[in-house]
């Protein structure tokens, strides 16, 4: 069993563990330049990422009349973690983590207006898509590992948590506004898909423009073969009596989570006979649920123990499986989605706050990199899983073999004994490499 690591330390402890980052004060969010810049450019291109998203599908079905094409399109998001998902969290570690974030923004910012352009006007053949759009989702990869891993080195350990809840309302806002932004755009545009892209493109390069503004710390330079690193971080999160059980719970949350939720617009149409009006209630209500989880992370992290949160936010979200198995009527089926987005996304920053506060700076890339390709790899296996069982079985039995994976995490969260931590204490850290 794994004893409270730290007693709950006051104010004054917190502000001389975090406040000082390569011997400079780590200022408050409201000060912090940083982290200001890295906010306003993630949600830039997260904003951006959801006009790609709609408008990609559209384009190719609207070109190809193909819903195969349109749908294997997002199967391809899924091969870059799994193929280079250890990889690029290694290269993290051992170069330029400004450099390799600021190259990924560059890349999707070519791609994202290339693979429009040459389809237009008949410069790439029909399968060229595939390996641009494999390309243009290796290099978001590249981008979206490499903000997890800056983070922490942006803000101090008592602002942690704070800025982690912030980034999740951006997340949330750009979900809720990205894809009705995308439609209204498309309509006043008269479809006009290169507009669209060259709009995500300018994203990524204001983002760009913000990471240069940055100054982002870099671990000291690492010697040995890129194997060898990758065994010693792969080593480092199997010793640690944190991040084991940690990313066990989190890898096994996410099998549930890839079962059903592939399943929630057949369900709707297939078992509650709901039309496009109320689905599109239902994700606008799963949207609140995110705004609550957040609100919800950012008031009570602070003040209740943090293995408690795990056992809790897995509680919430495994009712909201079993509300969502149970229910025959469609405001049930809503309100279990409403409490497993809110319990999620809760979920998400405390095991945020945890493995950011957890990880060394020597070893966050490769630790990211492994929670990501874990649980990318999970989805698309659970997703056919899910599939199947719905031919075997009736739907509801699917929502409930979810709710069973999410409490087994639970389990192994309280078998470990995370349900005692108060406090994290944080990992031993090499010194601060000179910012670049």
């Known amino acids: 069993m794994v004893t409270p690591l730290v007693k709950r330390p006051g104010p004054e402890v917190g502000r001389a563990a975090g406040s000082v980052l390569g011997g400079a004060e780590n200022p408050p969010l409201s000060r912090n330049r940083g982290f200001q810049n890295l906010l306003f450019g993630y949600f830039l291109s997260g904003l951006g990422d959801q006009l ?25 998001e899924f091969l870059p973690t799994a193929l280079f998902g250890l990889v690029i969290g290694l290269l993290l570690d051992r170069y330029s983590r400004k450099r390799l974030l600021i190259g990924g923004l560059l890349v999707q910012a070519l791609l994202v207006v290339v693979i429009p352009l040459g389809t237009f006007r008949a410069w790439l053949p029909y399968w060229a898509i595939y390996p ?9 990869l590249v981008a979206t590992t490499g903000y997890e891993v800056v983070l922490p080195s942006l803000v101090s350990r008592e602002h942690l948590v704070a800025a982690s809840a912030l980034i999740g309302y951006a997340v949330t806002a750009y979900l809720m506004l990205g894809p009705a932004l995308a439609g209204l755009l498309l309509t006043w545009m008269n479809n006009d898909y290169m507009s669209l892209f060259t709009l995500d493109a300018v994203s990524f390069l204001i983002y760009g423009l913000a990471i240069i503004r940055i100054k982002i710390t870099q671990p000291p330079r690492q010697s040995g073969s890129m194997l060898g690193s990758f065994r010693q971080g792969f080593s480092y999160i199997r010793r640690d009596r944190i991040l084991r059980p940690l990313i066990a719970g989190y890898l096994t949350a996410n099998l549930g989570a890839g079962l059903a939720t592939p399943l929630l617009l057949f369900t709707m149409r297939d078992k509650l006979q709901v039309g496009a009006t109320l689905i599109g209630l239902f994700f606008t209500t799963g949207s609140l649920g995110g705004l609550l989880g957040n609100t919800l992370y950012l008031r009570l992290a602070s003040r209740l123990a943090v293995g408690r949160q795990m056992i809790w936010t897995g509680g919430i ?32 920053g405390n095991f945020y706050y945890i493995a950011q506060t957890r990880s060394p700076e020597a070893y966050r890339g490769r630790v990211w990199a492994t929670s990501l390709t874990l649980a990318r790899i999970a989805g698309p296996v659970m997703a056919a899983t899910g599939g199947f069982l719905v031919h075997s079985l009736d739907i509801s039995a699917v929502y409930y073999v979810a709710a069973a994976f999410f409490a087994l995490s639970m389990v192994i969260s309280w078998r470990a004994g995370l349900w005692a931590v108060t406090k994290v204490q944080p990992a031993e850290t090499p010194a601060a490499g000179a910012a670049r």
Do not use: E, H, Q
């Open 317 to 348: 979200i495994t009712v909201g499986f079993l509300a969502m198995g149970w229910a025959s009527s469609f405001p049930v089926f809503t309100a279990g989605y409403f409490l497993i987005i809110a319990g999620s996304v809760w979920a998400k």
């Open 52 to 76: 790609y998203y709609v408008a990609l599908p559209l384009m190719i079905y609207d070109l190809y009349r193909s819903p195969i094409a349109s749908s294997s399109l997002r199967a391809v």
């Open 132 to 140: 641009l759009a494999f390309a243009m989702a290796s290099a978001g």
